[in-house]
């Protein structure tokens, strides 16, 4: 199927069945399951017929990129972002994000929490773990997560809903899953953000409470 003929609607309605499938397989509720739109770096005109199939929920990488993609189409969504966050921009993630799922450092958990005391807006929060220990990519060890996750609820006053991960490209995504739906149980937290467009059905076999899809969704990007 070339770009031209590619139906989002249709897609997305592919999606939640093969979501729903995959939740009652595992002997789950698919309502348990939520679909996050990743609709970073996506032209509007893709991003439409997504919005109008009835599609709520989307990921962002960039705050400006998103601030500026959704600037005049806000209202009745959830926005989660799901790229790092620079503690300089937290004021304005704040601003904008109901979700934000990459919390992995002190430094920024101190800056949300003084940011979140001064606007009185505090977003849900997950906990990043990098599962695979990649040193490229941001996220909290997991042998560091324990006590991570204990500072932002003693120290900061923050208290995370969830974890999230993104498994190394070359290794299975189940052993992965496993691990982050082990470091969820073990501290208490219901949420897991985990699985993409290639392994989404694996991470609801593993607990996924929210899979992130951006390709599968929208088609492939044009590239110049």
Known sequence: MDGSEFDPAAARADILRRMADAARQAGRDPAEVQLTAVSKQQPWPAVAPVLAAGQTVFGENRVQEAAQRWADHRQGLELRLIGPLQTNKVREALNLFDVIETLDRDRLAERLAAEIQR???????FVQV????????????????DAFVAR????????????????????????????????????GLRGLS??????????????????????????????A
Request: neutral net charge; glycine residues 12%; charged residues 20%.
């Open 119 to 125: 606007l009185g807006r505090a977003p849900r929060v």
């Open 194 to 223: 985990m699985g993409m467009s290639s392994d989404f059905e694996v991470a609801i076999r593993h607990g996924s409470t929210a899979v992130r899809v951006g390709s599968a969704l929208f088609g492939a990007r044009a590239h």
């Open 130 to 145: 990098n599962t695979g220990e990649e040193p490229q990519k941001a996220g909290v060890r997991p042998d560091e997560t």
């Open 152 to 187: 932002c609820r003693n120290v900061y006053d923050l208290h995370p809903e969830g974890l999230m991960c993104i498994p190394p490209e070359a290794e299975p995504p189940g052993p992965h899953f496993a691990l982050l739906a082990k470091l969820a149980g073990r501290n």
